[in-house]
T-cell receptor, first 113, second 114 residues
Framework: KNQVEQSPQSLIILEGKNCTLQCNYTVSPFSNLRWYKQDTGRGPVSLTI?????NTKSNGRYTATLDADTKQSSLHITASQLSDSASYICVVSANFGNEKLTFGTGTRLTIIP | ETGVTQSPTHLIKTRGQQVTLRCSSQ?????VSWYQQALGQGPQFIFQ???????GRGNFPPRFSGLQFPNYSSELNVNALELDDSALYLC?????????????FGPGTRLTVT
């Protein structure tokens, strides 16, 4: 069964600090990995998408890394802002099968002033 | 904003009732996927529609059914509502059913079953 695990479950940091969120997956055959930001009660919004051959991708203050050998990804947020408070969800796609996208349960990030 | 809209925003139903949720996809998108997201959890895949045909289904019972219309908008129907059906229901549209294509999510419909 395809699975995506994220850690930590929740995180509180001071505004301006950096943080790193982790994602481990067992999805096969792997197609791509995405990070989404989801504000409370809203739909997820895509931050980055990486294929097997990419090991890093940036989107402003967000930088995602992918190690396809160890099946791990991280999302690094630099110089955090209050608006970064949200859930961050790791989503892994498989090339085959009915359940093509497997979602992690997310990391709840809270930025405090 | 992604251009994907959902209605209604919130809904309260009683156990045993039936509900229909609606989704308008982004212009030009022929694929719509539906997800159920319980509080504090990640979205769970319900099913996907591509050009009016079901194209994959997650582990949900048959009382969860759907439709896609010629304009690619979509409906999610849930019969015989149970308390555990209370969740945020998300739809996402994309240009293609291929997993490499980006999915754009709507704001969701919050369903409460009492």
């Amino acid at each position: 069964k395809n699975q995506v695990e994220q850690s930590p479950q929740s995180l509180i940091i001071l505004e301006g600090k950096n943080c790193t969120l982790q994602c481990n997956y067992t999805v096969s055959p792997f197609s791509n990995l995405r990070w989404y930001k989801q504000d409370t009660g809203r739909g997820p919004v895509s931050l980055t998408i990486m294929t097997f051959s990419e090991n890093t991708k940036s989107n402003g203050r967000y930088t995602a890394t992918l190690d396809a050998d160890t099946k791990q990804s991280s999302l690094h947020i630099t110089a955090s802002q209050l608006s970064d408070s949200a859930s961050y969800i790791c989503v892994v796609s498989a090339n085959f099968g009915n359940e093509k996208l497997t979602f992690g349960t997310g990391t709840r990030l809270t930025i405090i002033p | 904003e992604t251009g994907v809209t959902q209605s209604p925003t919130h809904l309260i139903k009683t156990r045993g009732q039936q509900v229909t949720l609606r989704c308008s996809s982004q212009s030009g998108h022929n694929t719509v996927s539906w997800y159920q997201q319980a509080l504090g959890q990640g979205p769970q895949f319900i099913f996907q529609y591509y050009r009016e045909e079901e194209n994959g289904r997650g582990n949900f019972p048959p009382r969860f059914s759907g439709l896609q219309f010629p304009n690619y908008s979509s409906e999610l129907n849930v019969n015989a509502l149970e308390l555990d059906d209370s969740a945020l229901y998300l739809c996402a549209s994309s240009l293609s059913r291929e997993v490499s294509y980006e999915q754009y999510f709507g704001p969701g419909t919050r369903l409460t079953v009492t």
